[in-house]
């Protein structure tokens, strides 16, 4: 497993990486079936997306983001509610926070989700004509 570490943020790849010397000419036979699974994979994504989702255009990824900044407001909201309280959280308090986060992160992850279909090409971008002016 590989891991990517920046300064604040760390990738980890479930990705067999072997450690293996081989020879340039077994190294550009697997660069080879390598290329021709990622080719197969970004087709297969590509088909199921054009079935389902076929484009989005910048308004689909302003309703996400602004859909994932009322839900991150709300789940702060409530902690602030709840703190100022100064007293120990209920379990009903803490199960309503768990649930906002969990909204926040699964609008945020969507939204983060699409923008690499749009960069993997999974899924075409629809922008309006530029207005001549």
């Known amino acids: 497993m590989s891991k990517t570490v920046t300064s604040s943020y760390r990738s980890v790849s479930d990705r067999f990486e072997p450690d293996l010397v081989q020879s340039p ?14 080719y197969t994979v970004f087709a297969a994504n590509q088909a199921v997306l054009k079935k389902t989702i ?25 902690a602030m509610s709840a703190a100022r309280s100064r007293s120990p959280l209920e379990k009903t308090e803490v199960e309503r926070l768990s649930l906002l986060r969990a909204a926040y992160e699964e ?20 922008v309006p004509p530029a207005k001549a002016g």
């Open 107 to 126: 609008l945020s992850e969507a939204y983060d989700a699409m923008r690499r279909m749009v960069e993997r090409g999974y899924l075409r971008l629809e």
């Open 25 to 38: 000419a077994e190294q550009r036979k697997l660069r080879g079936h390598l290329e021709q699974i990622d």
């Open 54 to 78: 076929h484009t989005v255009g910048i308004e689909d990824f302003q309703n996400l983001a602004l859909s994932a900044s009322k839900a991150r407001s709300a789940w702060v909201d409530a």
